[in-house]
């Protein structure tokens, strides 16, 4: 019914930059606030950066000044744009967004299947 795709993830060296992005497809109706999250290995899943309908953003302390996140809402889509990468930012990030389809009245989370983004010399 709703799917979202993300892309972007790789291999990338300290200091390096990565762009994620992710796509939103389906019967959607209405899209509210998108999102990234991630989740390193044997951690538990992160909120790394929210943008909501009109623009307002907010980022995770461990990311505010290296990451930047938006959207475009008329293609459905999320970007995370991540530079200064260090090591700690390896992870598995996926995309979140809250969306009403055309079936239904309720507003409820998707999820994405997830991107791998390493940060390694």
């Known amino acids: 019914q709703v799917q979202l795709v993300e892309s972007g993830g790789g291999l990338v060296q300290p200091g390096g930059s990565l762009r994620l992005s992710c796509v939103a497809s389906?019967?959607?109706?209405?899209?509210?606030?998108m999102g990234w999250y991630r989740q390193a290995p044997e951690k538990q899943r992160e909120l790394v950066a929210t943008?909501?309908?009109?623009?307002?953003?907010n980022y995770a302390d461990s990311v505010k000044g290296r990451f930047t996140i938006s959207r475009d809402n008329a293609k459905n889509t999320v970007y995370l744009q991540m530079n200064s990468l260090k090591p700690e930012d390896t992870a598995v990030y996926y995309c979140?967004?809250?969306?009403?389809?055309?079936?239904?009245?309720?507003?409820?989370?998707?999820w994405g299947q997830g991107t791998q983004a390493t940060v390694s010399s």
């Open positions: 389906g019967s959607i109706f209405r899209i509210t606030t």
């Open positions: 979140n967004a809250n969306i009403r389809t055309t079936t239904s009245s309720l507003l409820r989370p998707y």
């Open positions: 943008i909501g309908s009109g623009g307002t953003t």
